[in-house]
């Protein structure tokens, strides 16, 4: 049976025992501002806003597989698309989700704080995984390290520790020593690896949650409603009404799909934060037990949203679409007719300007230039900045950071990171430790030689 520890304290806990809690969540009142009831269910129905999208997703794809819906349904999907395919300059630079379709992928990260340095490769192929590595520590030394994840072994060499390359068989039984005196975490371990390797599995999963988002969006049934004028492009627009009801059962069905690939698939690997995420779907289940059917109007104009309209229990949200240069280049986000959010956007030759305000107040604002990639982000009235670059070049996607302010003071940090197709790995090379079949006199061995006993 694996045991889990508590890393603050390192007591076991128990099963069936209540996940310990963050230290930062502990404190009897609320934060400033926030208040348990009113805004809480609000805050929720926010929330929803996004699996209606989803839903509405899966109906797009059943929708041309099946030809299954109505033309209402139909005016619907295509209202969705083309919203969402008409797209800002910043958007479509964050569109580097075809490289991922790529048999092998380079992931790259490096940061610099205060003369720390560290740069990382996540090398991924179908039949192995590499991370190579190098952190510079100030008047210390420069550590690199290589490692490999194959379809049943974990090779790690790291020069600065040692010339071996120490090998892991996560596929195997171990030896009786690790058995003896690491038994439980090496069943975690191997889970971990298990996890990481199998893409394949995870797909599956991942499948199974898509499917279950079809088959929802397959029960929906659309209809006509009254048509209503909203402001679209700066003017008003009468635009036709089409009606369709959200249940509790369909949220629930996607929530425990969802909650089942996070069991099957992720957990393993959040560890111990994997407490707090479970926390999130219990918080969830909670709202679900109290939720009524939604009934949700999409306003069309020209093909596109102009708003969506969600009812529940006497609450109306709505999320409308203004337009501009596009449909969502100014959005507003309204509870019972009371604005909550709202979106400014304006394109000034190359560059787009964002504001973003909350109940009135102006709390961030975005200036990107899309020619070449500069971006500043501006928050609580100036006192945080974020300065850099994001740009997306046929098969590769870079970002980075070269300026933060935080409180009014500049924080001596920098970083960066890109997505590209292709890898080119690293063949480790080196005299072999094998831990996972270690004896108690290997290890002592090779403790001594390491100067650690």
């Known amino acids: ?43 929720w129905i926010f929330a929803v806003i996004a699996v209606i999208v989803i839903v509405a997703a899966g109906a797009v794809f059943a929708a041309v597989k099946s030809g299954f819906f109505s033309s209402d349904s139909a005016k619907v999907v295509a209202a969705i698309t083309n919203t969402v395919n008409d797209t800002d300059y910043m958007t479509s630079s964050l569109k580097f989700g075809s490289l991922f379709v790529s048999d092998e992928l380079t992931f790259s990260f490096e940061s610099e704080a205060q003369g720390y340095g560290m740069e990382f490769q996540f090398l991924y192929g179908k039949v192995q995984k590499q991370v190579l590595g190098s952190m ?161 109007t999409f306003f069309i104009y020209q093909n596109k949203l102009a708003c969506i309209r969600i009812e529940e229990d006497g609450e109306e949200a709505e999320l409308r679409f203004l337009g501009g240069n596009t449909r969502m280049q100014n959005m507003q986000l309204l509870f019972d007719g009371e604005e909550m959010l709202r979106i400014e956007g304006e394109n000034v030759e190359s560059t787009e300007v964002k504001k973003l305000f909350v109940e009135g107040e102006e709390t961030a604002s975005l200036e990107y230039d899309q020619k070449n990639g500069d971006l500043d982000i501006t928050m609580d009235g100036g006192r945080t900045v974020l300065s850099g670059n994001v740009f997306l070049d046929k098969d590769i996607f870079n970002a980075s950071i070269d300026k933060t302010m935080v409180d009014g003071q500049f924080i001596d940090a920098k970083w960066g990171m890109s997505i590209k197709k292709g890898a080119s790995f690293e063949k480790i090379e080196g005299t072999e430790f094998n831990l996972s079949q270690a004896a108690q006199q290997d290890m002592e061995e090779l403790l001594e030689e390491l100067n650690l006993l």
């Open 1 to 43: 049976m694996n045991e889990q520890f508590d890393p603050a304290t390192g007591e076991r806990i128990q099963e069936n025992a209540e996940a310990p809690q963050p230290y930062f969540y502990q404190t009897s009142e609320p934060p400033s501002g926030i208040q348990p009831d009113g805004k809480k269910k609000k805050g």
């Open 136 to 296: 510079d520590v100030p008047d210390f030394t420069t550590v690199d390290f290589q490692a490999e994840l194959t379809e049943e072994q974990l090779r790690v060499l790291v020069p600065a520790v040692s010339d071996y390359v120490f090998t892991y068989d996560y596929t195997k039984p171990k030896s009786s020593f690790m058995q003896e005196n690491f038994g439980y975490r090496l069943d975690t371990l191997d889970e971990m690896l298990q996890t990481l390797y199998s893409a394949k599995r995870d797909t599956e999963f991942n499948s199974d949650l898509v499917k279950t988002i079809i088959e929802e969006g397959q029960k929906l049934e659309f209809e006509k409603a009254d048509a209503e004028e909203f402001e679209v492009d700066g003017q008003d627009r009468k635009c036709k009404g089409i009606s369709t009801t959200i249940t509790r059962d369909c949220i629930q069905n996607i929530m425990d799909e969802l909650e089942t690939v996070y069991q099957e698939s992720w957990s393993t690997a959040y560890g111990y934060y994997g407490y707090y995420i479970e926390d999130y779907f219990d918080e969830m289940e909670e709202y679900l037990d109290e939720m009524e059917d939604f009934e949700v």
